[in-house]
């Protein structure tokens, strides 16, 4: 009996998709933007080991180096502990312009290089006065619907704190949240050293229009350490607010056409996991291909799944999604990562079509697209599969199974016989094992109808008619949409291509003997009709009807077996 070892090996293979990715130093700043007289942090990570001190000598032209510091954290995304290695560096531009941070060396790996706009001290904040104030800007004041604005939030001061506190940002219209923990720098004002703390949100205008941010106001006290009353906590109670902001939000261009709009100042899509040149592919075997996409500027929440179209020649398991945010400069950075199990069916060339995104770049105001191109993959003949030769062969011991495109192998012509006119012993060698084989199936096939508990066979899916094969097809596709309705109705049609006195899902499971297949009927229609809050998941689906129907014998079926009628009538929509 043929064994369904590729879907096995297809789930198994799926299962055991690597989980690390690859290890490298990153290299960001803390903003991307300062005033002269204000100092930056440069922010090294790592998800391997601790960070050791890097040669920070190539900084000394356009920088002071003020400090630096390192840290440990831990985390669960996914489910998986992570380890973050930080090393951080408090630098001081010494002039304006574009400064460049080259690449360093930080053990046997190179960061990437950074650039650092500096521009001079904004006139208008020169006007300040106090020991205490608030300023707010927005980045860019131009936004397009659904694009993130960087929102920062700095709090000047001179002297300690006391119960200071810095009330949220409430803009009507848009999604305001906040990224990552305040930031510790000096700056210099009108000759002064500030101490200062900036907040940071990513705000993402929900229409579009004029929005308008109250100000940001902060509380607390002045610690004066002249003053006993100040050691005892009994400080100078003090205020001050930032200024009020408006944004000009744009709706998308009215030329962009009916695609998802994405406005994004960077997006790129990538493919891993295609086989080397010189790695041989066959059939029935599978391996792991993995498509991300990733934004910045825009949350993973925002962009588009990504999916593969039916495969000529193969079929494709998708894994669950891998999701996740990160902040880079003040930005958020979207990720999305799909996984897929290919298995290929027949030999030849199977093609992965070309995948393609297209997006608002909001740096330059232009659409653009981003695109995975088509890929070839050449598919062997499994393993001891029959190859047609130029010369005739021995005649097979068994008769020829068929071939995994599903035509019949050709059967190798008989030796001739010899000059003395004998036959070849072998021929009648053949003919008894053949006839032995033909008995076997025969008592096989009498032996299964007093089995009541036979899976499928695991071939089913390459040899059904192709009526049945169709609505098979068109059920899988179903349940990766996860839409219950339309799961119902192509799996009865599936069902009623192999029996077609069935009318509706209740007669199908009462023919099923399969607890798990009737479970999976009976949530099915719980979820469709009674208005249960999930039904069975797209996994569970597959994975229960991936050998097909486990029929009950027409034979074992009772004049009582007949369900009652369906207490919510099966209705086309």
Avoid at 34 to 57: K, M, Q, R, Y
Avoid at 78 to 83: A, D, K, Y
Avoid at 507 to 534: F, H, K, M, N, P
Avoid at 547 to 562: H, K, L, N, S
Wanted: aromatic share 6%.
């Amino acid at each position: 009996m043929i064994r369904p070892w590729r879907t096995l090996v297809a789930i198994l293979a799926f299962s055991l998709l690597p989980v690390l990715a690859q290890a490298t130093v990153r290299a960001s700043l803390d903003r991307s933007t300062a005033h002269l007289g204000e100092t930056v942090t440069l922010n090294l990570h790592s998800n391997t080991a601790p960070i050791t001190a890097p040669d920070l000598s190539a900084l000394g032209r356009d920088f002071q180096v003020l400090g630096q510091s390192s840290g440990t954290t831990s985390s669960f995304v996914n489910g998986q502990r992570t380890v973050d290695y930080s090393y951080g560096v408090a630098l001081r531009p010494l002039h304006e312009g574009t400064l460049q941070i080259p690449s360093l060396a930080v053990g046997n790996e190179q960061t990437q290089p950074l650039t650092l706009e500096v521009t001079a001290p904004n006139p208008a904040d020169a006007d300040v006065h106090g020991p205490v104030f608030v300023e707010a800007r927005f980045d860019p004041q131009l936004p397009y619907v659904g694009q993130q604005v960087a929102l920062s939030v700095k709090l000047y001061y001179t002297t300690n704190l006391a119960n200071a506190s810095l009330s949220d940002p409430a803009i009507d219209g848009a999604d305001v949240n906040r990224l990552g923990n305040d930031i510790d720098y000096q700056a210099q004002r009108n000759g002064r050293t500030y101490n200062v703390i900036e907040r940071r949100y990513a705000v993402v205008p929900q229409k579009a229009g004029e929005l308008t941010m109250a100000p940001i106001v902060f509380q607390g006290d002045l610690l004066d350490p002249n003053d006993p009353n100040s050691f005892l906590g009994m400080g100078s109670p003090v205020q001050a607010q930032s200024n009020a902001l408006t944004l000009q939000v744009q709706p998308p261009p009215a030329s962009w056409g009916q695609s998802a709009w994405l406005p994004a100042r960077q997006l790129t899509l990538g493919i891993d996991g295609l086989p080397d040149a010189g790695t041989p592919v066959r059939v029935g075997q599978p391996f792991n291909l993995t498509l991300h996409i990733d934004a910045t500027g825009l949350s993973f929440e925002a962009l588009p799944a990504l999916t593969l179209p039916t495969l000529d020649g193969a079929t494709a398991y998708p894994d669950k999604p891998v999701t996740g945010n990160r902040v880079d400069g003040g930005w958020i950075v979207g990720h999305r990562e799909h996984r897929f199990a290919i298995v290929p069916g027949r030999a030849g060339t199977l093609t992965i079509p070309a995948i393609t995104v297209k997006w608002w770049n909001v740096v330059t105001r232009q659409a653009e697209t981003a695109t995975i191109p088509a890929h070839s993959i050449s598919v062997l003949p499994a393993i001891g599969a029959a190859a047609p030769t130029g010369r005739p062969a021995p005649a097979a011991s068994a008769p020829a199974a068929p071939a995994m495109d599903g035509r019949p192998a050709t059967v190798p012509a008989p030796e001739s016989t010899t000059a003395t006119g004998t036959s070849s012993p072998w021929k009648w060698v053949a003919l008894a094992i053949g006839a032995l084989w033909m008995l076997t199936l025969a008592a096989l096939l009498l032996r299964r109808r007093r089995i009541r508990h036979l899976a499928a066979p695991a071939g089913a899916a390459l040899h059904v008619p192709p009526p049945t094969k169709e609505r098979r097809e068109a059920f899988l596709r179903a349940v990766r949409t996860g839409d219950v309705a339309v799961q119902a109705r192509t799996l009865l049609a599936w069902a009623q291509a192999e029996r077609p006195g069935l009318r509706h899902l209740e007669a199908v499971a009462v023919a099923l003997d399969s607890d798990e297949q009737r479970a999976a009927i009976t949530s099915l229609e719980r979820a469709r009709y009674a208005g249960a809050a999930t039904g069975p998941s797209a996994a569970t689906l597959e994975a229960t009807f991936a050998r097909g129907f486990a029929w009950r014998d027409e034979e074992d079926a009772g004049p009582g077996d007949e369900p009652l009628p369906p207490l919510y009538p099966f209705r086309l929509r």
